[in-house]
């Protein structure tokens, strides 16, 4: 089945850093990419579309300049925290459409600022 | 936004019992809906899906019923069992869009 390798699984960066997400479709080509953010016992929040060879799309009240995102292939979409600051400490999740099931889930990526 | 909740309701289960999750959409527009499962520190993971020109659909040990008149969404899973203990939500896409925005979520728990 489809599959979106998402790295990394974790990841702990001190307040100030950037630090970089990295989805790849491995099985099919993802033209579009939807980054998530999820925070403890909460449901998964839309930040924003990445579409490849375009910029992306950010849902209201998403910074762009913080939350950078890259769609340079059809493989690989990029989420590039800017500046993280502890409470952007939460687990991101990337999804693509696969023309299948539907969407398929990244593994995610717990953030940690300190 | 999309729909963020506080605290995710729980759904205690006896283990062979079967377990109904509950949904209620927003959108009268919307045109798709998926059940996702998600377990502790892991991504969503697609369990089944509806179009809303159904109202019934079902997958090995689970089924999914729609009612567009109340805009309800359910997952029923048959023969509940320990490895089903995972957060559970419903997803829905409106026509013509490729967002899902996604329900507050249920927490299953399996009892031995």
């Known amino acids: 089945g489809a599959v979106v390798s998402q790295h990394p699984s974790r990841v702990i960066c001190k307040s100030g850093t950037s630090v970089k997400i990295e989805c790849r479709s491995l099985?099919?080509?993802?033209?579009?990419m939807f980054w998530y953010r999820q925070f403890p016992k909460q449901s998964l929040m839309l930040m924003a579309t990445s579409n490849e060879g375009s910029k992306a799309t950010y849902e209201q009240g998403v910074e762009k300049d913080k939350f950078l995102i890259n769609h340079a292939s059809l493989t690989l979409s990029t989420l590039t925290v800017t500046s993280a600051h502890p409470e952007d400490s939460s687990f991101y999740i990337c999804?693509?459409?696969?023309?299948?099931?539907?969407?398929?889930f990244g593994s995610g990526t717990r953030l940690t600022v300190v | 936004g999309e729909s963020v909740g506080l605290h995710l309701p729980t759904l205690s289960v006896q283990e062979g019992d079967n377990s109904i999750i509950n949904c209620a959409y927003s959108n009268s527009a919307s045109d798709y809906f998926i059940w996702y499962k998600q377990e502790s520190g892991k991504g969503p993971q697609f369990i089944i899906d509806?179009?809303?020109?159904?109202d019934k659909r079902q997958g090995q040990r689970v089924t999914v019923l729609l009612n567009k008149t109340v805009k309800h969404l359910s997952l029923q899973i048959a023969a509940t069992q320990p490895g089903d203990s995972a957060v559970y939500f419903c997803?829905?896409?409106?026509?013509?869009?490729?967002?899902?925005?996604f329900g507050t979520g249920t927490r299953l728990k399996v009892l031995a």
């Open positions: 509806i179009r809303s020109n159904m």
């Open positions: 999804s693509a459409p696969d023309g299948k099931s539907g969407y398929t």
């Open positions: 099985d099919f080509q993802a033209t579009t």
């Open positions: 997803a829905e896409k409106t026509s013509g869009t490729y967002k899902y925005i």
